[in-house]
């Protein structure tokens, strides 16, 4: 049996239909850039992010740029992330010219430390750019804090984490702005990439607008310098069909996340970490194993998908050596990427799947010892 660690395949088969007839209406329409399709789905997905404004671009990254460019992160400015997500987190601050400044993440939760984020600040810091990685939002109520009392503004990163809550709160909606991605193998996807910008705030939402655009305030006349991020409307027309079914398919990966919590128990694995306060979406189900690439290696034998996500911390990427870090620089990061492995979570395994990787995992550890 081939167990996935994304199934398409399946996550299409149940709204082919729904999804084929979205797109038949864009291409009988003939309206294939904005449109009712791009401004129903933006109105859609803010309320639910519960946030004022959903600002739809062409990928996750473009969010992450326009939302950085939007608070006016540029040359010389800082901007403090953790050193253990997805590149473009970081590399968007270093494309507007500003320095990527890491702090450390929790050994638990794989989200950025909180209690570190304080001692990072300069006088040239301009935001905090918090991850919520896999699923779970970073402790967003001392960021917050510290932002409002120094006067920076807070960016999410909720790439990986639409719906995941907080004390009630939804992923996307604590800070000033944040950013969603729709690349295929999101909880929410669409069919090829796609992304979104969130924010309560009208004037932000306003020139994330005009910043989707070129900067454009009329036509043909530019306020500032923006580009083209936009989301192509066959895109947004499939995402709203696909919105529809989220939280059935949250709920999945949350039951399957806790049947390989007990099916895991008293392993040789550390089972991801999810703060009582905190609901996690699940878009990974990340275990530290020690012999991680063993074990991976052998899950694939199996015909069992999984995932190292991700292997180099940004600290250490050839791209970021001017920024002077070191190894040792982020030690728990670092544990990490050598250890953390993703197996399979997604919305379609069987009881019968989830067992299958379970006793594969326990029967690598008892042929080791
Ligand atoms: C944390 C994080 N940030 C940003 C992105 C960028 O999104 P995209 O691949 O849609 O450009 C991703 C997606 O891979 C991500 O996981």
Redesign the pocket.
């Known amino acids: 049996m081939k167990i996935p660690l994304v199934d398409l395949q399946a996550e299409y088969a149940e709204c082919d239909a729904e999804v084929r007839r979205a797109v038949e209406e864009v291409l009988t329409s003939r309206q294939f850039i904005g449109g009712p399709a791009v401004a129903e789905f933006e109105s859609e997905l803010a309320d639910y992010c519960q946030c004022r404004h959903a600002i739809a671009v062409g990928?996750?990254?473009?969010a992450?740029l326009l939302a950085l460019m939007a608070v006016g992160v540029g040359e010389g400015d800082e901007v403090i992330t953790t050193p253990f997500?997805?590149f473009?987190?970081a590399g968007s601050i270093a494309r507007l010219g500003a320095k990527p400044v890491f702090v450390d993440i929790e050994p638990d939760t794989f989200n950025i430390d909180a209690a570190k984020v304080e001692a990072a600040v300069t006088e040239r810091t301009k935001a905090i750019l918090p991850?919520h990685?896999f699923g779970q939002c970073a402790e967003m109520n001392e960021i917050t804090h510290l932002a409002e009392k120094r006067s920076l503004a807070v960016v999410e990163?909720a790439?990986?984490a639409i719906g995941a809550t907080q004390r009630g709160h939804r992923a996307g909606s604590f800070g000033k702005i944040g950013?969603l991605?729709?690349?295929p193998t999101?909880n929410l996807n669409t069919v090829g990439?796609?992304?979104a910008v969130l924010t309560s705030d009208d004037r932000l939402a306003e020139r994330c607008r005009q910043l989707r655009n070129h900067g454009e305030t009329s036509r043909y006349h530019h306020a500032m310098i923006g580009g083209n991020f936009r989301l192509d409307t066959l895109k947004a027309a499939v995402l709203r069909v696909k919105l529809q079914n989220l939280d059935r398919l949250t709920d999945a990966r949350r039951r399957h996340a806790s049947a390989y919590g007990e099916l895991l128990a008293d392993c040789h694995v550390s089972c991801p970490v999810v703060r009582d306060y905190n609901e996690s979406v699940f878009h990974q189900y990340s275990v530290l194993v020690d012999d991680r690439d063993g074990l991976k290696e052998r899950l694939s034998d199996e015909g069992i998908g999984a995932g190292v996500y991700y292997p180099v911390p940004l600290h250490r990427q050839e791209c970021f050596t001017y920024l002077g870090y070191r190894q040792g620089d982020f030690p728990v990061a670092e544990f990490t990427a050598d250890r953390i492995l993703s197996i399979p979570v997604h919305p379609f395994l069987t009881d019968e799947q989830i067992q299958l990787v379970a006793k594969e995992i326990r029967l690598f550890f008892d042929t080791k010892t």
């Open positions: 990928t996750g990254s473009d992450v997500t997805f473009a987190t991850v990685l990163d790439a990986q950013s991605s729709f690349y999101k990439e796609g992304g």
